[in-house]
């Protein structure tokens, strides 16, 4: 069962918004130098999917990366925050996997902080374009623009010279919104490359409630079901409790 509408919106403000934007997000910011996972070769993941039509153009493959400096009050995913748990993968082995997937248009990240492990998901990207060159790719951040490109590290700035499409900044929830792949006003979508950027201005302005529900029994044969978008406030509590009350497990992504 899938819901789809909305659209895109992109404001890019090199001065006092764009700064205050960078001091919220990294005022939040826990010791993150010593924190972060650096590795290259392994990639420490929450959840990930082969088909999403709700986060990015088209249908794409999804990665939501495990671990987040942030800690955003009214994160709709707290679970990816920890550094600890979930899954850990070869870089090269997820490559070839994601290599495998057909018809999508692209990869997205999210998490978790993508740009947590950016030296990882920089040689992912290198690893499946060069056989799959076709392919977008597109992330969400905590940080802003500003800050990744004045303050980033070098992996970061690889990894971010690497998309098409970033969405930026901390999730403010006294700022919730409606608009496509951002759950507060104070993001921004940058279109990094000109692969997309001739839907900018048809798209602008487009608002709506993006949500993709995938239903499955596990291999015990018990009903899993999990939902992937940015849900409207409260949503996750009231849907998921009306799910356990009805016996089916719900795990969550965004």
Request: with cysteine; aromatic share 10%.
């Amino acid at each position: 069962m899938r819901f789809a509408c909305g659209g895109i919106s992109r404001f890019i403000d090199q001065t006092g918004a764009g700064l205050a934007m960078l001091k919220m997000a990294t005022d939040r910011v826990e010791n993150p130098r010593s924190c972060w996972p650096n590795q290259c070769e392994v990639l420490h993941l929450a959840q990930k999917t082969d088909a999403c039509t709700v986060l990015g153009l088209g249908r794409r493959a999804v990665l939501w990366v495990q671990g987040c400096p942030f800690r955003c009050p009214g994160c709709v995913a707290p679970e990816t925050q920890p550094f600890r748990g979930g899954e850990t993968v070869d870089v090269g082995t997820l490559a070839d996997e994601l290599n495998r997937v057909p018809d999508i248009e692209g990869l997205t990240f999210s998490g978790g902080e993508p740009f947590a492990q950016a030296a990882a998901l920089a040689n992912l990207i290198d690893q499946i374009r060069n056989r799959r060159p076709d392919l977008s790719f597109m992330s969400y951040t905590g940080f802003t623009l500003e800050y990744l490109v004045e303050h980033g590290t070098n992996a970061q700035k690889t990894l971010l010279r690497q998309l098409d499409i970033l969405i930026d900044g901390s999730y403010q929830a006294d700022r919730h919104t409606n608009l496509r792949w951002r759950g507060s006003d104070n993001q921004r979508v940058h279109f990094l490359t000109d692969r997309y950027r001739h839907l900018e201005h048809d798209l602008l302005n487009d608002r709506g409630t993006w949500l993709e529900f995938v239903y499955h029994s596990s291999e015990q044969g018990e009903p899993v079901g999990w939902w992937m978008g940015i849900p409207p406030q409260a949503f996750r509590e009231a849907f998921e409790k009306k799910m356990r009350d009805s016996g089916i497990r719900w795990a969550v992504s965004s």
